[in-house]
Structure formats: structure tokens, C-alpha cells
């Protein structure tokens, strides 16, 4: 399943991936319920392209100009962020559960549980294990391979406004690109950690990224506009 489409699941189902609003709150909701959509809400406000992804808008929070930070220092809050949220949950009584509220409870806390095992190695990536894959680089999943796909799939071009902001969107790829290549550096073979198998690190994820982020950097931006210039046409947008 594709990266996107099982991560925005999991949320939807009431599991903040990241971020949160456990650590901020002062007192207990009413239900675990009301925790759960609390813990969300809180993932989703702090995503630019989960935001996207769901079609959010209206709201007045507009991070359509920007992408996800998946940088290695966002990775320990995401760290700090997800145990909070777990330790909230993990707060109530299971045995006065019943119903959805129980299966819900074990969902999120093997969820939680999972997602923090996987993120605690060095070499682990600064995004979503659960979501997506335990590698910096692989052949489906990565940051090579899935940024152009939202950059061509997700951004709803509209009007003037929405254009303009695709167009920065595509001035942040280079960024985004450069942190995968960080993490790359920093997981692989000549860092501390581990890299995908050779099956993994076939086709467009090919782990020289990091030697060749430059050239791939102007490839993600140059394809993903070839392929959204039609449907910019289309709106009238300049």
C-alpha cells in the first residue's frame, strides 16, 4: 500500500503518528475516544502534506506552501511526541473499557508501541516506520519515489493562490531532498546503521542519491512541473 494512503488510514482511525496534543493537555478527555481525535487533530494541523493529502482546508491553517519536515533533529521530537501520546493512553484503566473504546486502546497502543521500537535504533529514518518502510532509500517508499507522486497527485491547483503555492512546494523539494540524503548518509553503509538489500536499492531509489541529490533535486522539480502543467494551464492560473 502506498506510503500516503496507509499513514492517512492509521490516522484516521484515531493514530496520531506525529506529533500531538498528549503532552499539552492539562487535563484527561472525557472518553479515550476524545483523546484519540485530540491526538490526531494534532498530528494533522502539524502536516503540510497529510493536510493535502485529506483535501483540509477552511480551517485557518494554510501549510499548502510547504512540505513535511523529515529532518533527522524532527526525528527525537517525533520520538518524544509519540511516547507522550502512548503514555496518555496507556493512562486508562483498560479494564473499564468496553466496546470499540478497547479495540481502539490496543490499536493505539500497538501502534505507539511499534512506531517507537522501530524509531529507537540511530539509523532509523525521521518519518514513519509503520507508515512506510524502516530504510532511508528503498524502491517504493522513499523520499525519491513519493515526493513527485504527491507533487503530481496530491496539490490541488485551483486558482492563482494555489499555484503559486505548488510553485514553492517545488522550490522545498531540493530541501526535502537533501534531508533524505542526510538520512541516507547517516544510516547507511558508511555511517552507523543499516541500508536496504540490493532489491531495495533498485530503480529510482538507487542509494547513490546521495552522491547525485543535485541532479535529482532539479529531475523531482522538473518532472513533477512537466506533469502538472496542463492541469495549470487548465485553472488559467499564471
Not at 98 to 115: K, M, P
Amino acid at each position: 500500500m502506498h506510503r500516503n494512503l496507509l499513514k492517512s488510514a492509521l490516522l484516521i482511525a484515531g493514530l496520531a503518528a506525529q506529533g500531538g496534543l498528549a503532552a499539552n493537555e492539562t487535563s484527561q478527555p472525557a472518553t479515550l475516544h476524545a483523546l484519540l481525535d485530540a491526538q490526531t487533530q494534532g498530528a494533522i494541523v502539524h502536516d503540510p502534506e497529510l493536510r493535502s493529502l485529506l483535501g483540509i482546508s477552511g480551517d485557518g491553517i494554510d501549510l499548502s506552501a510547504k512540505l513535511t519536515d523529515v529532518s533527522l533533529p524532527n526525528r527525537e521530537e517525533r520520538r518524544a511526541e509519540m511516547q507522550a501520546n502512548l503514555d496518555a493512553i496507556r493512562a486508562w484503566d483498560r479494564s473499564k473499557l468496553v466496546g470499540q473504546e478497547r479495540w481502539n486502546y490496543d490499536l493505539a497502543t500497538w501502534f505507539y508501541t511499534t512506531q517507537i521500537d522501530l524509531m529507537r535504533f540511530d539509523w532509523a529514518p525521521a518519518w514513519l516506520p509503520v507508515g512506510a518502510t524502516t530504510y532511508a532509500v528503498d524502491q517504493l517508499f522513499s523520499i525519491p519515489v513519493t515526493l513527485p507522486q504527491f507533487l503530481d497527485n496530491n496539490h490541488a491547483v485551483t486558482g492563482e493562490t494555489s499555484a503559486r503555492n505548488y510553485i514553492a512546494r517545488l522550490g522545498a523539494a531540493a530541501t526535502k531532498l537533501d534531508q533524505g540524503a542526510r538520512e541516507l548518509r547517516h544510516a547507511g553503509p558508511a555511517g552507523r546503521g543499516a541500508a536496504a538489500g540490493r532489491t531495495g536499492r533498485r530503480g529510482n531509489a538507487d542509494p547513490r542519491i546521495a552522491e547525485t541529490c543535485t541532479g535529482r533535486q532539479r529531475v523531482c522539480a522538473v518532472a513533477a512541473a512537466q506533469t502538472r502543467q496542463g492541469r495549470l494551464d487548465r485553472t488559467g492560473a499564471t
